[in-house]
């Protein structure tokens, strides 16, 4: 059963976030020449779900649109003390 946290809560690796924003990046492109994301859409921030094996997953839902996440592995994020 997994948790959700909130991103404050949490920091993440160098190559985490790479990782993320990259994918994100990727996505929104592909997204917007497909005329799927523009200017108008509304999307939330991020948040976190802590999975029982101390994996994290990153995710956005993009309203109407799709789900967008990513693991990130145990050793690649630590609570923020």
Excluded at 10 to 33: C, D, G, T
């Amino acid at each position: 059963m997994s948790k959700e946290i909130s991103l404050n809560e949490i920091l993440l690796s160098p190559a985490a976030v790479a990782a993320w924003h990259e994918m994100a990046k990727r996505i929104a492109l592909a997204l917007h020449r497909i005329g799927k994301l523009d200017e108008n859409i509304k999307i939330p921030d991020e948040r976190a779900e802590l999975d029982d094996n101390g994996e994290l997953t990153i995710f956005v839902e993009i309203p109407d649109i799709m789900k967008l996440s990513m693991k990130v592995p145990a050793d690649q994020w630590s609570y923020y003390h």
